[in-house]
């Protein structure tokens, strides 16, 4: 089985501050892992993902998040939030090599809300 | 949200009646999914489907139902079996190679009258 641990139901950050948004899996073999965010009332947008190679991955609007293999994370990080970065973050693993079956489905995490302050 | 549309954005079940929420791409993807969100619960996944005519149950499978006659559709009925319907549910899609982004629709919210 594989899953995802979201510990933070909700961070809180100044606008211009660094944030992180804390990620930790569990798969059997190799992950595939990504972020997406959500706006309210909104579907979920691709933020980043890690497939292979460099554990420092770098996506949309000026995020960025790592790999550690030996900590199973993938933690999301930004180096200046924006108040406009306040939504909704999901945390998703699928494992590479199809171990888990099911169409190579994604297994998400519960969510953290980023809300950031002026 | 580009590339896959879901409609109604709204729509209200009486009860004992099944509704059926629309799911369209135009990216010419294989894979299609179905899911379920509720406050603190993240994405459940319902119904996917990998090829024409072809789905498969996901976990939560009970009181709905599919159908995959066109690559780019992917309807969901939500029958009067699912007792607690009341949720926000998304589309999303997927390229065939297993490295490809799942890309999701805007979402409908379903509401019981």
């Known amino acids: 089985a594989q899953s995802v641990a979201q510990p933070e139901d909700q961070v809180n950050v100044a606008e211009g501050n660094p944030l992180t948004v804390k990620c930790t899996y569990s798969?059997?073999?190799?992950?595939?892992l990504f972020w997406y965010v959500q706006y309210p009332n909104r579907g979920l947008q691709f933020l980043l993902k890690?497939?292979?190679?460099?554990?420092l991955v770098k996506g949309s609007y000026g995020f960025e998040a790592e790999f550690n293999k030996s900590q199973t994370s993938f933690h999301l990080k930004k180096p200046s939030a924006l108040v406009s970065d306040s939504a909704l973050y999901f945390c998703a693993v699928r494992d590479r090599e199809g171990l888990t079956g099911g169409g190579n489905k994604l297994t998400f995490g519960t969510g953290t809300q980023l809300k950031v302050e002026l | 949200d580009g590339g896959i549309t879901q409609s109604p954005k709204y729509l209200f079940r009486k009860e004992g009646q099944n509704v059926t929420l629309s799911c369209e791409q135009n990216l010419n993807h294989d894979a299609m999914y179905w899911y379920r969100q509720d406050p603190g619960q993240g994405l459940r996944l319902i119904y996917y489907s990998q090829i024409v005519n072809d789905f498969q149950k996901g976990d939560i499978a009970e009181g709905y139902s599919v159908s995959r006659e066109k690559k780019e559709s992917f309807p969901l009925t939500v029958t009067s079996a699912q007792k607690n319907p009341t949720a926000f549910y998304l589309c999303a899609s997927r390229g065939m190679t297993v490295q490809e982004t799942q890309y999701f629709g805007p979402g409908t919210r379903l509401l019981v009258l």
């Open positions: 890690y497939i292979t190679g460099d554990n």
């Open positions: 798969v059997s073999g190799n992950p595939y």
